[in-house]
């Protein structure tokens, strides 16, 4: 719930800081004291739009900050994990405007997205303004009223989700079909391609064998060559290294005595004699054993001409072809029988299909069980609210066309009948200005009571209710109070004698400058508001002492 509001430099409010409690808030004042400072904060704070218009004059920036304690909050604990933003049972949110316009956010001291603020808000509070009856002549609130009350939001987003599936599978097979003559020729085209490529059965790496290969075989006869005389030059004749080195050995060895300075050099003659005569007779069984093979040559060349003459086709590099051709293949398949195949889209259409009128089916349960009961509660509250005789009805209309619609299978609207016998009509051609206040008002009761937003705000829901009707007002929200938090900005003492506390807005002048003041009022104070707002300026004995007697029986109330 929300435990505290601070608010700088904001309209005419130059600092005010507020604590709250649970059950009912009362907030009154004089019309343009400033009420609406609170609400409009509280908005922005949950990431409505800014206006630099708001920022006090000759400040800077404004700057609100909201306290809230979550701990019995599951949803927004769980938000704050999944965005790494949890701070234990805390959580603040926080916005400042400048008077240029800039906005920023903050969620527990973090920088964040507007989106953010607007996303966690949403599980924090809910504002009912006091135009909010306006939006009843909008068939799509009368949808997402009973989805909220019949606690289907999740039917009904899973039911938007299988729409799209469909839709877009729809969206996929009329394409498809629309554009079947190019499919075809594509698939011509692709068959032939890969059938080609599949003769090929070119494999990674191939085409760089061969042509090391083909460097190999073609240049076999030069090989054998040079290899035959480079062993001749080794040992095979007078002139080869190994005589030579053979008659140089011989003239150190014939030296008329022993020269221990040439026992190395002697070492080293002897080892290069040995070294090319071996040289020699490895390079005499190489060519012995080395043979050209123009027929293998050939077969190399001819396959090198294949992969080469593909790859200029297809003008890519010949070491590609092995990935166009998986590429291909695979567009192949998805276009024949594939994922994209007409049969396989039409197969998966026919299942979204099945899968969304599962969905929808169950909505639409959901739905019809949700507006009888609806209907039902909303006609108590209107008896409650002195219209006996008006008739609410939840009508849920079938979808004309019969297609999938992301909304469900059916329209929804509130309809009203204002005396009996008269059928019911919607709320636009019905409800005069005051009763579709009244009407909202019995509906926001009835969705708030079964709503999990802990604090639920009613900015003068109760305009153009009196008597006793305004006090059949404030026990309904003293009741909602009792089962979580109420903020109700109001004009009745009705509802404000009912309240479980009291804030007082005012304003007041100081050099010139208008200043807003909220304060929190105690038993005796509220008793003088009380009064204030049933008789005026002039406060009376009589007036007082009808106040206390309202206050006493307000306070009094158990439900």
């Not at 729809?170 to 190019?182: C, K, P, T």
């Not at 309202?550 to 158990?558: C, D, R, Y």
Request: charged share 25%; aromatic share 4%.
């Amino acid at each position: 719930m929300l435990t505290q509001l601070t608010v700088s430099n904001y309209a005419i409010a130059e600092r005010v800081e507020l604590q709250f409690k649970d059950g009912m808030t009362a907030l009154t004042g004089e019309t343009g004291a400033g009420k609406s400072i609170v609400l409009d904060a509280l908005s922005l704070a949950m990431g409505g739009r800014a206006d630099a218009g708001a920022v006090r004059h000759g400040a800077q920036r404004a700057d609100i900050t909201a306290c809230f304690d979550i701990s019995r909050i599951d949803d927004a604990q769980q938000w704050l994990r999944e965005h790494e933003l949890d701070e234990e049972n805390d959580c603040i949110l926080r916005r400042t405007i400048s008077k240029d316009g800039r906005s920023r956010a903050y969620i527990n001291g973090q920088p964040c997205p507007l989106a953010h603020l607007k996303a966690l808000g949403a599980l924090l509070m809910d504002i009912h303004s006091q135009h909010q009856h306006q939006s009843l002549l909008r068939k799509d609130t009368h949808r997402k009223l009973v989805d909220e009350f019949g606690n289907t939001l999740e039917l009904a987003q899973a039911t938007r989700d299988a729409w799209k599936a469909w839709h877009d599978t729809h969206s996929r097979l009329l394409d498809r079909q629309q554009n079947a003559d190019e499919t075809e020729a594509r698939l011509q085209l692709l068959r032939y391609q890969v059938e080609e490529l599949d003769r090929l059965a070119l494999s990674e790496g191939e085409q760089a064998q061969l042509e090391d290969e083909q460097t190999q075989l073609s240049h076999a006869d030069t090989v054998r060559h040079s290899c035959h005389q480079a062993a001749q030059l080794c040992s095979e004749d007078d002139n080869s290294a190994a005589s030579l080195l053979r008659q140089a050995l011989n003239q150190l060895e014939q030296l008329p005595t022993s020269v221990p300075a040439l026992a190395d050099t002697l070492q080293m003659l002897g080892e290069a004699q040995i070294q090319a005569a071996e040289a020699g007779d490895n390079l005499r069984r190489f060519v012995e054993d080395y043979e050209a093979d123009p027929a293998r040559l050939a077969d190399v060349e001819e396959r090198l001409s294949v992969i080469y003459q593909l790859a200029r086709k297809h003008r890519i590099q010949p070491e590609e072809l092995p990935e166009l051709h998986l590429r291909l293949r695979d567009e192949l398949e998805a276009l024949d029988g594939g994922a994209g195949s007409l049969e396989q889209l039409e197969a998966e259409l026919s299942e979204r299909r099945h899968h969304y009128d599962t969905l929808a089916s169950q909505l639409t349960e959901a739905r019809q069980s949700a507006g009888a009961e609806l209907d039902q509660r909303v006609a108590e509250e209107l008896v409650h609210l002195s219209m006996p005789n008006m008739q609410f009805v939840t009508r849920l209309s079938p979808v004309n066309d019969g297609e999938p619609s992301a909304q469900g299978n059916e329209e929804v609207e509130f309809l009203v009948s204002a005396n009996p016998g008269q059928p019911a009509r919607p709320l636009a051609k019905v409800a005069s200005g005051g009763e579709l206040s009244r009407i909202s008002l019995s509906i926001q009761v009835v969705v708030a009571q079964t709503s999990t937003t802990p604090t639920l705000v009613f900015d003068e829901v109760d305009v153009g209710i009196g008597g006793g009707t305004a006090e059949v007002v404030g026990r309904l929200l003293r009741t909602l109070g009792t089962n979580g938090q109420i903020l109700c900005v109001t004009h009745l003492p009705q509802v404000a004698a009912q309240a479980h506390q009291h804030l007082f807005v005012s304003k007041f002048t100081r050099k010139d400058a208008t200043y807003s003041r909220i304060e929190s009022l105690g038993d005796q104070e509220r008793i003088q508001e009380v009064a204030r707002m049933l008789g005026g300026v002039d406060l009376t004995e009589q007036t007082i002492a009808h106040a206390r007697e309202m206050f006493t029986k307000g306070q009094a109330v158990h439900h």
